[in-house]
């Protein structure tokens, strides 16, 4: 039956499915959906399509190099059977109600690896049920039966009479179907059957990247703009006491100074007199802050002695049977306590953020992961509402976490509300930008497991102590949940057959604000739990694959990505030449990881080398195969930076890491040969962009306990001093 049609003023129509809509518009090419009508609309509007036949796709989730902005519009291109040459991405605009991940409420937040997980199966049938409109439109202009037409690479087919019709022709008279045809999972196309996912597309960032057309938040550019640097204060928590700001005032092309609750702001007609007016100030600072007390070797031994008192007070994040009850019983136990310091996100683009300040109005132009954060900034700032916000959300140069916090839009936004009218541009020394960041949180943990007298587990449990991120971005949560914090702690959990199990967390208040840093908890948690089941294999005497085998036999895709690991590094062959290879296996994201690398010691400097990477991930369906193992590379190079070198230390709460020279990123001759299996199987896609980083730290670490008679390293770094002193034994 061939569906009725009506018609719709300037030519658009809304389709939804459930609780996922999509606005289909016709029109020229970039056509954006007008203010007027959008505001008809109660969902999603993700396409237009134009009289040439172009279909201008909404790109929802933040681009930060990891590939959504083509991986997101290829799955509406799947079901709408576009042709990808006819595709035109933009980057969706600040609208939570139209473009909100509903795994993050319906707020437009790209972090936790969520970008596709979230907006596949949305996009998917925002595509299928456009196609179903552009194929009931192309009834009615034929004058034959739906049932009777197909698609074809942006065309509607009849192939009874051999008629075609192109998108963009039946777009200059598209009508409103009525009823709205409905779009459900069977009507998408079974993944044998698809052209883009699954395939490798050229990403569509790239050429703009290349040529320099592509905009991030440092590049705005307003009329009138003027500019903020920050003189924050040397300790987390002080505030400016006395300013002397006599000396900033006279560089010319400053304006004037201002005190914020964090430091000092000079504004000024350029950057670079802000700079020079910025390192002419002279402030003395309070000195109050709870993290004026801290070093790293304080908070070491106060959150380790946490994890190992199990009378203190924490909270539950996992319990299965009675593990300390076990453990009490267990003919054996084995136990560790593990550290991990503090380290910076470090974006190539440093922190920026413009704002201009038009009575009740804020306008926000940023780099960031996190709309509504960027509103609430504006917002609380401004002293407005969050719906008077407007935000604007360009590239971003590195994001990792960091873009979800609103620090920096809130500074641009005081100092715009201090010059009305005139927007200002607030940008961040890298200075700033490593020790103002939202580092990683500080952790300590102790895991105790019980062996009965065969070395089977009997009870694991395990206690993470760190500060809280939940607690300082998401406080309605974390009361919620009565204190747990996924964040920060993880759940403790993984898929190992253990008979009981507990996790638990206690929160550590340093005076500190941490925040998400790419793999979170998940980068210590994994260290310590993977260096323990290499443990437990010592103990065994049995290799550390075979165990995680028998443990995991229960789970196939955890077994494959080992099974696969393993045959890309050759792991029962011997290694000569004073090198060993190291194992870890990772279920974080909900993703299966594994990974294997080769590992030499210089016991002399203390120095870890890491020769060769192999690495397998199952992520589910995998929409764009090259750009997974690309995010696999990235991610697995961020985890030998937080392994071997990078830390933050930390001197009566004074970072001693400022920049590039002192904080110590991996360079180029330290990047060793990596190779990864991607592994498509037919599961609900899931998060990519972090499952590398938690493998790294416990395979090299298990690889430098094979090198050293099983000394083993629980201290993230694991730098050449700490390396001296476990080889020492001390």
């Given at each position: 039956m061939t569906t009725r049609i009506q018609s719709l003023s300037r030519r658009s129509f809304l389709v939804s499915s459930g609780a996922a809509g999509v606005a289909v518009t016709f029109g020229s090419l970039n056509t954006v959906l007008p203010a007027e009508a959008a505001a008809n609309f109660t969902a999603n509007a993700w396409v237009t399509i134009g009289s040439n036949g172009v279909a201008t796709i909404m790109s929802p989730a933040a681009e930060m190099g990891q590939g959504t902005m083509t991986a997101l519009p290829a799955c509406l291109a799947e079901d709408l059977d576009a042709d990808w040459d006819k595709v035109h991405v933009v980057a969706a605009p600040d609208n939570e109600k139209l473009y909100g991940n509903p795994k993050f409420f319906g707020h437009m937040v790209t972090v936790a690896s969520k970008a596709v997980d979230g907006y596949f199966e949305i996009m998917r049938l925002a595509g299928a049920q456009a196609r179903k409109v552009l194929i009931a439109n192309a009834a009615r202009m034929m004058k034959v039966p739906e049932s009777e037409l197909t698609t074809d690479r942006s065309m509607v087919i009849h192939k009874k009479s051999g008629r075609r019709l192109t998108y963009g022709h039946i777009a200059r008279s598209a009508k409103m179907p009525d009823p709205m045809p409905q779009a459900t999972k069977a009507d998408l196309k079974p993944l044998n059957k698809c052209r883009y996912i699954g395939k490798n597309l050229a990403r569509v960032d790239i050429p703009l990247k290349v040529d320099g057309k592509a905009k991030y938040g440092i590049d705005t550019q307003l009329p009138g703009m003027l500019y903020a640097s920050v003189l924050h204060a040397p300790v987390q928590g002080e505030k400016p006491d006395k300013i002397d700001d006599g000396t900033a005032k006279k560089v010319k092309g400053v304006l004037s100074v201002h005190p914020l609750p964090t430091g000092v702001a000079v504004v000024g007609k350029t950057l670079e007199a802000t700079m020079k007016g910025k390192a002419a100030l002279?402030?003395?600072?309070?000195?109050?802050?709870?993290?004026?007390?801290?070093?790293?070797?304080?908070?070491?031994?106060?959150?380790?002695?946490?994890a190992g008192d199990w009378k203190h007070p924490s909270v539950d994040m996992l319990k299965k049977g009675d593990a300390a009850g076990a453990i009490g019983k267990a003919a054996r136990v084995i136990a560790a306590d593990f550290v991990a310091d503090h380290v910076a996100h470090c974006c190539m683009e440093p922190m920026n953020a413009t704002a201009l300040v038009e009575g009740d109005k804020v306008h926000i132009w940023t780099s960031n992961q996190s709309v509504i954060d960027m509103e609430l900034a504006g917002s609380i700032a401004g002293g407005t509402k969050p719906d008077k916000v407007k935000v604007e959300r360009p590239f971003l140069g590195g994001g990792f976490g960091r873009r979800t916090d609103w620090d920096v839009a809130f500074e641009a936004t005081l100092l715009a509300k201090a010059m009305p009218g005139k927007p200002v541009k607030v940008v961040w020394s890298r200075e700033d930008d490593v020790t103002r960041d939202m580092w990683r949180p500080f952790a300590a943990q102790r895991?105790?497991?019980?062996?009965?007298?065969?070395?089977?587990?009997?009870?694991?449990?395990?206690?993470?102590?760190?500060?809280?991120?939940?607690?300082?971005?998401?406080?309605?949560?974390?009361?919620?949940?009565?204190?747990?914090?996924?964040?920060?702690?993880?759940?403790?959990?993984?898929?190992?057959?253990?008979?009981?199990?507990?996790?638990?967390?206690?929160?550590?208040?340093?005076?500190?604000?941490?925040?998400?840093?790419?793999?979170?908890?998940a980068g210590y948690t994994k260290f310590a739990i993977e260096s323990m089941i290499d443990e437990v294999a010592d103990a065994k005497g049995v290799d550390p694959l075979d165990l995680r085998m028998k443990l995991l036999e229960k789970h196939p895709r955890a077994l494959a990505v080992l099974k696969a690991v393993a045959e890309m590094a050759d792991w029962k062959k011997k290694r000569t030449d004073g090198r060993a290879l190291g194992l870890a296996y990772s279920d974080a994201l909900e993703t299966h990881t594994a990974a294997v690398v080769e590992c030499s010691l210089d016991e002399k400097s203390g120095q870890i080398h890491v020769h060769q990477v192999w690495a397998a991930v199952d992520p589910g369906i995998v929409v764009q195969p090259k750009n997974v193992e690309a995010q696999m590379e990235g991610a697995i190079l961020f985890g030998i930076g937080a392994a071997l070198r990078e830390q933050i230390v930390l001197k009566d709460g004074v970072p001693q890491e400022q920049n590039f020279d002192s904080y110590r990123i991996n360079r180029m001759s330290q990047i060793p040969p990596i190779a990864v299996k991607v592994i498509s199987t037919d599961n609900p896609p899931t998060g990519i962009g972090e499952a590398g980083v938690p493998v790294v730290a416990p395979a090299i670490s298990n690889a430098v306990a094979q090198l050293t008679g099983g000394k083993r390293l629980r201290h993230l770094p694991m730098s050449p001093e700490r390396v001296k002193t476990a080889l020492r034994g001390a």
């Open positions: 002279k402030v003395t600072w309070t000195t109050t802050s709870p993290a004026r007390k801290w070093s790293n070797d304080t908070l070491a031994a106060e959150y380790s002695k946490i895991i105790e497991i019980g062996l009965d007298d065969k070395h089977e587990i009997v009870g694991w449990r395990h206690r993470v102590v760190a500060q809280s991120y939940l607690a300082r971005a998401i406080p309605p949560l974390f009361k919620k949940t009565g204190g747990q914090d996924l964040v920060s702690a993880g759940n403790g959990d993984f898929r190992y057959a253990v008979p009981a199990q507990q996790v638990d967390y206690v929160r550590a208040q340093s005076g500190f604000e941490i925040g998400a840093w790419r793999g979170i908890s």
